[in-house]
């Protein structure tokens, strides 16, 4: 008798002898192909959504030329024209202000994508905004602090951030 003809008879053999239990056994550790994932679900690797309308500092950097038009998170076309910004955190169509710590200089923006993907960043600015508060391509990176101006709630609600949007005029 070959190898191949025997070693086919055992599994067999195997598969008839484990019966049920080893099916059981399979099925407990299989994933549900009948479940739908949840759509709140926040997976180990995704930062919690922060809701809190408080403001944060950190590092921020700006999109490459070549995300221009690309697809953002909320469905959008990245325009390097616009006031559009990324974060890990702040839920998307957040509005906030962005301060150069450097330079003095900030720019209202809106949350329209996830990200920087890079550690220690915080935010993601379109080139003209980047520019307007003196990131520049020379700099690349620059300190910031972001005070959200408003943030949406998951009840549809806006929540007041630590910025009036009255202030934004000045």
Known sequence: MSKTLRFGR???LLAVISGPLGLASAAAHAPSQKTAPSQHHVSATQPTPDLSGRKRVGKASFYAKNFAGKKMADGAGMDPHHGNAASKTLPLGTTAKVTNLETGQSAK???QDRGPHVKGRIVDLSPS???KIGITPKTGVA?????PITVPQPDGSLKSGVVAPDEMAK
């Open 143 to 147: 300190t910031v602090k972001v005070d």
């Open 10 to 12: 055992l599994a067999l």
């Open 109 to 111: 923006v809106t949350m």
């Open 129 to 131: 905004t980047a520019q």
